[in-house]
């Protein structure tokens, strides 16, 4: 379950609990349910999230009040109140399952990005504000104050493929058995739905999802990618269970087929957990160093380190870009203590215990630590502990969304608030999607792109020359800059500047853009495509 936010904070992220519930706004990252642990119970108006990740919550949870919720998308602002004055929250592409977002508080509390659970990549990275992304051998022009990171992988040492190529090292193990009558894909949690998609295109089969096995992984898949969905048993494709006691259980069938003498299926696992847990032999050890192909292991399984978690070289790189001047783990077990760039910049550096800082994380033992003095680093409990106290008193007064109009809403949901449609099946990521949620970010574009290349391993050197050369891309090419739009909850808008790279929006289908107006929302312009820009740069060299 995800840390408690400051006690000097209006608002919680991914936290559900007596003490959260008196912040005076609540957002929700994603939907997996361990960030939305004990929102049954506690879930207070207002939740910020994205209308994806809400119409999965409320699948998941029906006895919450959609009217509890208030919309944020990818690309979006909203200005809301807090108990020091105002504060933007913008939300950002986590690259981590559908609906996910990464948020970036900005006000009077200092500069806050929270990660929720996110892959990091330069495309995410470069997503956000230039203000607070650093070049090499040079730091930000504004440093964030605190970066709350998602750590699950922190200590995992290898080099992670990226998603796209992970899903075509799956499909290359699947080309490799043309005899498997079964495919058995163990790929039943919100973030695999991506893998489905490309076998089903791939291979021009459907995926047989059981139904009486896999109900929750069943109706979030016909809300995403519906098309892609069979229910004949008889179907090549089939998913399978990750728990419980997958081996056993892949043992038992290999051996069956083997004394039928049929074919033995073929039973792939898309996940990183098999390589970062302890290996039992030095053979099994061996094998999880190849991360570059799939990988079978004694029970017969196929694994693929396919990840939608950074790696501890992705965080370290992502940390000396955004060169933040704090990093609390979002993880239980704290270990953001344990990342270079955590004891390198933090805990000896004397800017990293300004008074805001002590003032918001109650930390005052090291504050007057020296450069060339021992430093007295403070335990994970400690930190958590101090950090997981709540506001002291509950606030009373109703909340302020827009500067300008200051009109005031209550606290209390909304009773008879219209109701926002879906319009038909909503969806993310296929390309003949009538309905999406999110605006396509240059992730997207870049992310599709990569698949067709042969890098199949994460280099730390070439990740920060591709960095570079996407950040001069973003500079150089002649892209209109046009205003991001701050939406309160009542529709009233107001505008504050910020560089956002835009083309036409009428590649978008009529329903999305008609659900939008319904909510009286402008409708958003996608991004360029990166292949687009790197064309045009290109061009303006030719005829330099």
Same mark, same amino acid.
């Not at 400051?6 to 912040?23: A, E, I, N, Y």
């Not at 005052?364 to 958590?384: K, R, T, W």
């Not at 209550?410 to 990521?429: C, E, H, I, N, Q």
């Given at each position: ?50 209308? $994806? ?15 509890? !919720? ?119 949690? $919100? ?62 069938? $290999? ?211 591709? !960095? ?77």
């Amino acid at each position: 379950m995800p840390i408690e936010m400051p006690k000097g904070l209006p608002f919680s992220v991914d936290t559900w609990t007596p003490s959260s519930k008196m912040k005076m706004h609540h957002f929700l990252t994603h939907a997996h349910k361990d960030h939305a642990q004990g929102i049954a119970a506690h879930a207070s108006y207002p939740i910020y999230s994205t209308l $994806l990740t809400k119409t999965l919550l409320l699948q998941y949870y029906p006895q919450l009040d959609e009217s509890m !919720f208030v919309g944020i998308e990818i690309g979006q602002s909203l200005v809301l109140e807090g108990s020091d004055g105002d504060f933007v929250v913008s939300a950002f592409d986590a690259n981590h399952c559908p609906g996910a977002v990464m948020f970036l508080f900005e006000g009077n509390f200092g500069n806050i990005l929270h990660t929720g659970d996110s892959r990091l990549t330069p495309e995410c990275l470069l997503s956000l504000p230039d203000k607070y992304i650093g070049k090499k051998d040079k730091e930000p022009r504004c440093p964030l104050d605190y970066v709350f990171l998602d750590c699950t992988f922190g200590q995992f040492p290898l080099k992670m493929p990226s998603r796209h190529t992970a899903i075509r090292q799956i499909i290359n193990c699947i080309w490799k058995h043309p005899d498997a009558r079964t495919v058995y894909l163990t790929c039943d949690l $919100l973030g695999h739905d991506e893998i489905l998609l490309e076998v089903s295109r791939t291979f021009g089969e459907k995926i047989y999802v059981d139904k009486s096995k896999h109900s929750e992984c069943l109706k979030s898949l016909e809300l995403i990618v519906p098309e892609i969905i069979s229910q004949d048993p008889s179907s090549r494709f089939q998913l399978f269970d990750g728990f419980p006691k997958l081996y056993e259980r892949a043992e038992t069938m $290999l051996a069956e087929a083997r004394a039928n003498f049929r074919p033995e299926p073929l039973i792939i696992r898309p996940s990183s957990q098999w390589y970062a847990c302890d290996s039992v032999s030095d053979i099994e050890k061996q094998r999880k160093g190849r991360v570059d192909q799939a990988v079978r292991d004694l029970c017969g399984v196929w694994h693929v380190c396919y990840s939608i978690h950074s790696s501890k070289d992705e965080l370290e790189w992502a940390l000396h870009l955004l060169a933040p001047k704090w990093v609390i783990s979002t993880t239980p077990n704290c270990r953001a203590i344990e990342l270079d760039y955590v004891k390198k910049h933090c805990f000896n550096n004397r800017r990293a215990f300004s008074d805001s800082l002590q003032k918001l994380l109650d930390i005052s033992a090291v504050a007057s630590v020296g450069p060339d003095e021992p430093v007295n680093i403070l335990s994970c409990s400690n930190v958590v502990e101090n950090i997981a106290v709540s506001c002291v008193e509950t606030q009373s007064e109703p909340i302020v969304i827009s500067r300008h109009q200051r009109k005031r809403l209550s606290l209390s949901p909304p009773s008879k608030r219209p109701m926002v449609t879906l319009f038909g099946r909503a969806r993310l990521g296929p390309h003949n999607s009538s309905f999406q949620h999110e605006q396509p970010t240059s992730c997207d574009y870049a992310e599709r792109a990569s698949i067709e290349t042969e890098d199949v391993s994460f280099q730390k050197e070439a990740t920060e020359v591709e !960095f570079e050369e996407l950040l001069e891309i973003k500079r150089e090419a002649d892209i209109e800059v046009t205003k991001c739009t701050c939406i309160d909850i009542n529709s009233e808008t107001q505008t504050f500047d910020a560089i956002s790279p835009i083309i036409s929006s009428n590649s978008y289908g009529e329903n999305l853009r008609k659900s939008y107006r319904s909510m009286n929302v402008p409708v958003p312009r996608r991004l360029p495509s990166l292949v687009r820009l790197v064309d045009a740069k290109n061009s303006a060299r030719k005829r330099i």
